[in-house]
């Protein structure tokens, strides 16, 4: 089977480190990309700048999607993919430490699948990614 | 009211007057015997009369009667020097004189009486006139060919007005008003028309250009074509009026400003509380992941390569977090920090500062150049601090710069305004137009402007961590510096080309 790819942005290394062992140990095998700010996210889902080359058609079955980010925020991609056509299909999992009534709000305003709070602890943590990881690569039906 | 007791003669000088009046006609008429005996017997008494009410009164007429009676019934009734009587008809005579006397007196007397009391009345508003506070002026219509009213002339005035006018009475009274102020405002010209014309008073107020005064005149209809107006000088309530305007105005202005200010501030601390949520939470989870890792991984084995490598995540998260704390107690400690603004040598400031950082990382080779002279009134610990920002960022941007070069200046307003465009030109003219515009400026990584908004927001971070290692607290805490200084601070830059820091340090 072809796995398709996860985008994870994630500027802090810690996070992403933390982020894949819990996909990996919840049974997700699927490649993940990682890309460590907004521009960058949105250069890859538009195949443009650095990511020029890369095959648009492609794209990933699930963005985990950072918040906090430098330059470009994660609510401005997340604004910005779920107003393109070329991208709103594609299921957007913000991944954060925020537990701001407004964040929530923002997030789901602006067209987010599933929000999840990123735990101090680790094992909710690795609970809710290994859910999301099931869920979105495993179970859930993609639109195509 | 006083001065009018001049004309009033004491009592008794006025009965000796009358006296003498009447031995004065006495002598007159022994004198003149022959001539009035005939047919006015009594003439030269009744003249005498008429001088003593004239001037003495009515009580002195009636004793100057009595006496010219009795005076007249001795020596001119014959027999002379003897009141008897000769001719009963002579008595007739002399009680007609007495009668006719008598009547004198009470007339003369009672005109003498009105003429003290108009003389009193003319006094009293003549010094009314003259020691009022307001000036005054009695003024006559004048008008033009066609028969309209088109001028006034003055009639009176008195020291008061001149005063108020800076003219002599005597060059006032009789020219017309044109003629006298002829920079005057139409306005002043068309009320008094219109009072003479309804009869209706009004009260005209306005600025008197000429006079640089505000003035305000109560007119009345004094007359057909007259009119009488009394003027004050009201500069002076004006100004307090005017002031208690500008005061309103700045007050209300300042509340706007304040409210402003806290809402600035409130969405500030917002902006903080989450960020602070956010940033402080990011290391806690790193310890904690990483340790759950290793407590997974490596029950009751040696730690390999990848196992120190979580030891060490987790040790430089606690380090980061250690250096978060202390940033943000920094951003705190400027926050209440009393200022203490003295002059400060800005140039060698900034040596220190980039000397110390050369020193810190002396692998490095940086081009510098700092402005010699820059001095400034300011708060020396504060800006040591925001200096200390502003040139690590630009010794850490400037990392991967080839021939990485950092400057330090003053540029005047207009030229970092045009430099700037848009928002930050604003900045400047905010700012003040006289205080100078210091600024960073490095040839490092710099950053999208799109982003710029953000800048000076704590934790706001515009590289990967792993590229620029930072707290993001730095430049919030230089823009609260330069903010407590009254000063404003903005940037600009290119991706790839390096950034500019601007800022000022308040109005002078």
Request: proline letters at 4%.
């Amino acid at each position: 089977m072809d796995l398709r790819t996860i985008l994870l942005v994630e500027d802090n290394q810690d996070d992403e480190l933390l982020t894949l062992d819990a996909l990996r140990n919840g049974g997700v095998t699927n490649p993940v990309t990682v890309v460590r700010d907004g521009a960058k996210a949105l250069d890859y889902l538009f195949a443009q700048g650095s990511f020029a080359g890369r095959d648009a058609s492609r794209q990933p079955c699930v963005i985990l999607l950072d918040l906090k980010l430098p330059g470009i925020g994660g609510m401005e991609v997340l604004r910005r993919i779920k107003t393109d056509d070329r991208t709103r299909r594609i299921p957007a999992v913000v991944l954060t430490t925020s537990s701001e009534h407004e964040d929530i709000h923002n997030c789901y305003g602006n067209g987010a699948n599933s929000y999840v709070r990123k735990p101090v602890e680790f094992d909710r943590f690795l609970e809710a990614v290994r859910y999301l990881g099931l869920y979105w690569t495993l179970v859930n039906e993609r639109a195509s | 009211m006083l001065r009018s007791v001049h004309f009033e003669r004491s009592a008794a000088a006025r009965y000796i007057g009358a006296a003498a009046a009447v031995l004065a006609a006495l002598g007159i008429r022994l004198a003149l015997d022959e001539v009035l005996s005939r047919h006015s017997p009594y003439l030269v008494f009744v003249l005498a009369i008429i001088v003593a009410a004239r001037f003495g009164g009515r009580g002195p007429a009636l004793s100057a009667t009595a006496l010219s009676v009795l005076a007249a019934w001795y020596f001119v009734v014959e027999p002379r020097r003897s009141f008897a009587i000769a001719d009963p008809g002579a008595l007739a005579g002399l009680a007609w004189f007495a009668v006719v006397g008598s009547l004198v007196s009470l007339l003369v007397g009672r005109l003498r009486r009105a003429l003290l009391d108009s003389v009193r009345r003319e006094e009293f508003i003549r010094h009314l006139f003259e020691s009022m506070e307001e000036g005054f002026a009695l003024l006559e219509t004048i008008h033009d060919a066609a028969g309209k009213p088109c001028d006034f002339r003055y009639l009176a005035v008195n020291p008061a007005f001149g005063r108020l006018t800076g003219r002599e009475v005597e060059a006032v009274v009789g020219r017309r008003v044109r003629e006298v102020f002829p920079d005057i405002e139409p306005f002043w010209i068309e009320a008094y028309n219109r009072v003479v014309k309804t009869g209706v008073a009004e009260r005209i107020g306005g600025y008197r250009a000429g006079l640089g005064k505000f003035l305000e005149a109560s007119a009345r209809r004094s007359g057909p074509g007259q009119l009488a107006a009394v003027v004050r000088d009201v500069t002076a309530r004006h100004k307090a009026e005017e002031e208690i305007r500008t005061l309103n105005a700045t007050l209300e202005r300042r509340v706007e400003e304040r409210t402003a200010q806290l809402l600035d501030a409130n969405r500030e601390l917002e902006a903080f509380s989450y960020s602070v949520s956010h940033d402080l939470r990011a290391p806690l989870r790193s310890v904690d992941g990483f340790a759950r890792i290793l407590l997974r991984d490596y029950p009751g084995k040696p730690l390999d390569e990848i196992g120190a490598g979580y030891l060490n995540r987790m040790s430089a998260a606690s380090q980061r977090m250690g250096q978060l704390i202390a940033d943000l107690l920094e951003l705190a400690r400027i926050s209440r920090l009393e200022l203490s603004p003295r002059t400060v040598d800005l140039s060698a400031m900034a040596l220190w500062v980039l000397d110390d950082l050369r020193n810190r990382d002396l692998d490095r080779t940086v081009d510098i150049r700092i402005q010699p002279g820059l001095a400034a009134r300011a708060d020396e610990r504060m800006l040591r601090v925001a200096l200390t920002n502003l040139f690590g960022n630009a010794w850490k941007f400037t990392g991967k710069t080839a021939a990485p070069s950092i400057a330090f200046g003053a540029a005047p307003a207009d030229a970092a305004e045009s430099a700037g465009r848009g928002a930050p030109a604003a900045a400047a003219e905010s700012a003040g137009r006289d205080a100078p515009v210091y600024f960073v400026r490095d040839n490092g990584a710099g950053f999208d402007m799109a982003n710029a908004q953000k800048l000076f927001a704590p934790f706001q971070r515009f590289h990967a961590e792993e590229e620029f290692e930072g707290t993001g607290i730095g430049l919030a805490t230089v823009q609260r510096i330069v903010r407590r200084h009254g000063g404003r601070i903005w940037a600009e830059s290119q991706p790839g080309l390096g950034a500019t820091f601007y800022f000022t340090l308040g109005g002078d």
